[in-house]
């Protein structure tokens, strides 16, 4: 199923992260876009090569990525690629392994095939819809009991704001960079959630929300209604994955504090 994308997206990811890794051995540079996040000359070159190997094999398909200027002709797409070159540049930035490669094909506003890959750590998470998903070849799956505290995997960014103290006690929260980094390693079944309740783009999600639902978890927007990729407007409301069995322990909490807004 999807033989030939997983090959064409894994050759162009590991591509593109073996340029990532080059990049940061040898020297990068770094601007700030408007809403002051970096952008450095590793994001771009990874971009470069995932939009020229994805587009070159799959020409019919659109293109929607946060380091390319946007083509609302992608609305008109069954399939469209939903691209983030780096998720966690702040950590690219910093040297903190917590960044990667996140590539999703969307299929009627789905995603069907999932990656993500750290290219410090060299994990490469991969999910196909309806036949699980993998780290480095090997099936994962989400934790399948309810720690005490289950550990929740949270931005760093909103650590410092303060947004997880009303959980401090009630969960085991763990800083990881990268909302893509984070879900894939829920996936992997390294914690029992990971959410964000401020709005993220649909190119931070769809890869990981795959790996996390193949992987048996569950996952939703803010309010937590399924997620539905390549719309005008790519911001959601914010994201809440968690493994089956911690669901109601993590969303429980979420609406004893009235935090869903």
């Known amino acids: 199923m999807l033989e030939e994308e997983k090959r064409v997206v894994r050759e162009a990811v590991l591509q593109a992260g073996n340029e ?13 876009k408007e809403n002051t996040d970096p952008l450095t000359t590793a994001d771009l070159a990874a971009n470069t090569i995932l ?22 002709g992608r609305l008109t797409c069954e ?31 789905k995603p069907v095939l999932g990656v993500v890959y750290n290219p410090a750590t060299e994990e490469y ?16 799956c989400v934790p399948s009991t309810v720690p005490d505290k289950p550990v929740v995997l949270a ?9 997880f ?11 990881v960079g990268s909302i893509a980094y984070k879900l894939a390693v829920l996936a992997a079944g390294k914690a029992d959630a990971t959410f964000s309740l401020s709005p993220k783009n649909e190119w931070d999600i769809a890869a990981g929300v795959l790996l996390v639902e193949e992987a048996g978890g569950q996952t939703g927007d803010k309010q937590l209604k399924p997620f539905v990729f390549n719309q005008q407007n790519t911001l959601v409301t914010g994201i809440i994955a968690t493994s089956e069995v911690s669901f109601h322990t993590v969303n429980g909490q979420i609406d004893s504090l009235g935090l869903r807004g």
């Open 165 to 175: 103290d009303p959980f401090n006690g009630v969960f085991e929260v763990r800083p």
């Open 20 to 32: 990532i890794s080059r990049i940061a051995r040898e020297g990068f540079e770094t601007s700030y």
């Open 79 to 109: 399939r469209v690629w939903v691209v983030d070159p780096i998720d966690g540049t702040k950590e690219f930035v910093e040297g903190v392994p917590e960044y990667a490669i996140s590539v999703a094909l969307v299929n009627k506003g």
């Open 125 to 140: 998470f991969e999910a196909v819809k309806g036949d699980g998903a993998t780290l480095n070849g090997e099936l994962i």
């Open 155 to 163: 931005s760093r960014s909103e650590l410092k704001r303060g947004e």
């Open 51 to 72: 939009r020229e190997r994805l587009m070159g094999a799959f020409p019919s398909d659109g293109w929607l990525s946060e380091e390319t200027v946007d083509d609302t």
